[in-house]
Nanobody
């Protein structure tokens, strides 16, 4: 059974940085498409970034391009999201997700992913 567990969330001032991690158990998900999503109160869940290391694929939402970096450590089976220059509007619950399918044009669709973590809260104060 695949389990994803996020960590690294917290409270930070605008302009600060956080690094989120997502640990996978039950599977070597280095060949999966892996993504980060977020959901702010009263808003729909939205895609933040995705990575497929098998094909050298990465993708980012326009709102985080140039500020966030997604990466994966195959040896540790860990997914990361480095978040720099954080803004108040980045405040949300952040979720990691994975699918056995490779990433593609559907990377930003939450239904594309079959495995989800429980989420980690990121709060950015202005």
């Amino acid at each position: 059974q695949v389990q994803l567990v996020e960590s690294g969330g917290g409270s930070v001032q605008a302009g600060g940085s956080l690094r989120l991690s997502c640990a996978a158990s039950g599977v070597d998900y280095s060949t999966y498409c892996k993504g980060w999503f977020r959901q702010a109160p009263g808003k729909e869940r939205e895609a933040v970034a995705a990575i497929y290391t098998g094909g050298g694929f990465t993708a980012y939402a326009d709102s985080v391009k140039g500020r966030f970096t997604i990466s994966h450590d195959n040896a540790k089976n860990l997914l990361y999201l480095q978040m720099n220059s954080l803004k108040h509007e980045d405040t949300a619950m952040y979720y990691c997700a994975a699918t056995r399918r490779g990433c593609g044009t559907a990377w930003y669709l939450d239904w594309y992913y079959g495995y989800w973590g429980q989420g980690t809260q990121v709060t950015v104060s202005s």
